[in-house]
């Protein structure tokens, strides 16, 4: 095995099966560097991307017990995505349907697009050097951000589902935006995506500039996402996400496999017409760079393989920064 890991007292994935909700606490962001949060002492993006992390020291005399119930999510982070899916598998859990149901009497294909959003922009704040960032629900601070605008009404479109939730027992924006942004895909047509839940929020922003520009060229993507912990793979297939919204890839309301086989035509090369608006700069960007060519292509030809590694990235993606609550 490659990893070393030694486990925390309460937050590796993994060992994060929730019983309830009540005991959500809101800790300051300055905790985040005590013994309870995972950390990353490799500060090789390269390494964590293809799944070799180490985790902070044990602090309790939970260690041997933890270490064994846990022993089976020891692998490489893909593999401890798996361990943690196996968990939200088990999402028959009340807490989780319940976020599940409310999301969905609030979610139209229509918004689907915008809430998709929202993950990307919460939990792509992450990065793995300082560790910083990442799913913990500070987009709510962030919002007045040139990046997020746009992103109020999807935030307010949760918000409804929020309130019913939290009466009932309270749930962290994490969980909600990382819950709903899976409906997003789901009710679209993409593939069901099933979560684990548990996310504590940050008291406040994320610090800025994060995220990638869509000025970015190929390079400037893969290195923004591996510094995130996101291999060329994941990159190419978290941004089939855009074959939702208004970048013209197919029907804006179908999550499907057209982003990229919009993208192998080049409709922007034309000149003149619509078609020269297709796609951002940073989705045309990647056609261009020969690792991604040939995701693109794949994903292009087979769309299950697409939705499966999109289903895998996604998960990643809503648990990068995390801090669980403790059970
Ligand atoms: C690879 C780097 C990325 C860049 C530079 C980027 C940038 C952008 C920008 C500028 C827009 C607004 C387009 C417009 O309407 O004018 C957009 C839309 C969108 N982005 Fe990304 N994005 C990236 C990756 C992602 C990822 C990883 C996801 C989700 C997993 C995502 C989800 C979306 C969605 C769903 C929309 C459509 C929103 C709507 O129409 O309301 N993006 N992106």
Redesign the pocket.
Same mark, same amino acid.
């Given at each position: 095995m490659t990893s070393i890991l030694s486990i925390s007292n309460h937050s590796l994935p993994g060992s994060t099966v929730i019983s309830s909700f009540s005991q959500i606490d809101f800790p300051a962001k300055s905790q985040r560097s005590s013994s309870s949060t995972p950390k990353f002492l490799s500060h090789k993006a390269d390494e964590f991307a293809a799944g070799h992390i180490a985790l902070s020291a044990p602090a309790s005399g939970r260690r041997g017990l933890l270490f064994i119930a846990t022993l089976p999510c020891l692998l490489p982070l893909t593999q401890i995505m798996d361990c943690h899916g196996a968990h939200a598998i088990e999402s028959g859990t009340k807490e989780y349907v319940l976020i599940k149901e409310e999301v969905r009497k609030v979610l139209s294909k229509g918004k689907a697009? *915008?809430v $998709?959003?929202l993950?990307?922009h919460d939990a *792509?704040t992450f990065e793995m050097d300082d560790n910083t960032g990442g799913m913990n629900g500070s987009i709510v601070y962030e919002l007045d951000r040139p990046e997020n605008s *746009?992103l109020k009404k999807s935030i307010k479109v949760l918000q409804k589902a929020k309130t019913q939730i939290d009466a009932i027992k309270p749930v962290s924006w994490a969980d909600m935006i990382a819950v709903a942004g899976a409906e997003a895909v789901a009710v679209c047509g993409g593939p069901k995506i099933q979560v684990s839940v548990g996310r504590l929020d940050s008291l406040e922003p994320d610090p800025e500039g994060k995220l990638? !520009? !869509?000025s970015?060229d190929a390079s400037g +993507?893969k290195k923004c996402f591996l510094r995130k912990g996101f291999s060329t793979q994941e +990159?190419v297939a +978290? #941004?089939g996400?855009?074959t $939702?919204? #208004?970048?013209g890839f197919g029907s804006p309301i179908s999550f499907d496999n057209s982003y990229y086989k919009v993208l192998l035509e080049k409709p922007w090369m034309s000149s003149g017409g619509m078609s020269s608006m297709i796609g $951002?700069p #940073?989705d045309h960007a990647l056609v261009e760079d020969d690792e991604c060519l040939r995701w693109i292509k794949k994903y292009a030809d087979n769309e299950n393989m697409f939705f499966e590694d999109f289903k895998n990235a996604?998960v990643k $993606?809503v648990n990068t920064g995390v801090r669980w609550k403790s059970l």
């Open positions: 697009a *915008g $998709l959003r993950v990307f *792509g *746009g990638p !520009e !869509e970015f +993507l +990159l +978290l #941004s996400a855009h $939702l919204g #208004s970048k $951002l #940073s996604y $993606l």
